[in-house]
T-cell receptor
Framework: GAGVSQSPSNKVTEKGKDVELRCDPI?????LYWYRQSLGQGLEFLIY????????KSGLPSDRFSAERTGGSVSTLTIQRTQQEDSAVYLC????????????FGPGTRLTVL | KQEVTQIPAALSVPEGENLVLNCSFT??????LQWFRQDPGKGLTSLLL?????REQTSGRLNASLDKSSGRSTLYIAASQPGDSATYLC?????????????FGGGTRLMVKP
């Protein structure tokens, strides 16, 4: 009965470096979402995976951001050439298939770009 | 573009009071509305989910109502306790075939004083 897990819980990096954030959804959940929570922007959607369908990347703020989901389970969010404005808490959520289903969130990864 | 607003932004009440948190959204074409709780430095905990066809949902001391046509939802907390202190977020899922990505309000920061 584990919930959504994310790693690392905290990441400090230097401007210009690449970072990878990991999300393990609840077992059996086919839908996976990435959101970003920052002081200036609140909580905003980044990317959505549903089963084997092509992901919805409409929320990604720039082409430095990408994500993949392997085997329909674990997802990795990659930020290339990090900038200070990328500093935020990155939250992952998962849900069962279907539009009516409740999303369950992980604890988040706090990213600080120096 | 959907916009979600929460009023008030912050609220401080003495223990035992009943209170109402407000959420409004600009586009009534939604699948569902979720209320979340977020403790400092933590992820989001789902409190209640109301489908677009429903008027309210209850869980313990919490009651959430939805008036889709007017674009409003309220979260009622009965007999508030210091442990209820947290930020409360509402989020709506769009009525489309593209996915269930949530649009969040800015949150209400609640403090319940003993």
């Amino acid at each position: 009965g584990a919930g959504v897990s994310q790693s690392p819980s905290n990441k400090v990096t230097e401007k210009g470096k690449d970072v990878e954030l990991r999300c393990d959804p609840i077992s059996g959940h086919t839908a996976l979402y990435w959101y970003r929570q920052s002081l200036g922007q609140g909580l905003e959607f980044l990317i959505y995976f549903q089963g084997n369908s092509a992901p919805d990347k409409s929320g990604l703020p720039s082409d430095r951001f990408s994500a993949e989901r392997t085997g329909g389970s674990v997802s990795t969010l990659t930020i290339q050439r990090t900038q200070q404005e990328d500093s935020a808490v990155y939250l992952c959520a998962s849900s069962l298939e279907g539009f009516y289903n409740e999303q369950f969130f992980g604890p988040g990864t706090r990213l600080t770009v120096l | 573009k959907q916009e979600v607003t929460q009023i008030p932004a912050a609220l401080s009440v003495p223990e035992g009071e009943n209170l109402v948190l407000n959420c409004s959204f600009t586009d009534s074409a939604i699948y569902n509305l979720q209320w979340f709780r977020q403790d400092p430095g933590k992820g989001l905990t789902s409190l209640l989910l109301i489908q677009s066809s429903q008027r309210e949902q209850t869980s313990g001391r919490l009651n959430a109502s939805l008036d889709k046509s007017s674009g409003r939802s309220t979260l009622y907390i009965a007999a508030s306790q210091p442990g209820d202190s947290a930020t409360y977020l509402c989020a709506v899922a769009p009525f489309n075939n593209a996915g269930n990505m949530l649009t969040f309000g800015g949150g209400t920061r609640l403090m319940v004083k003993p």
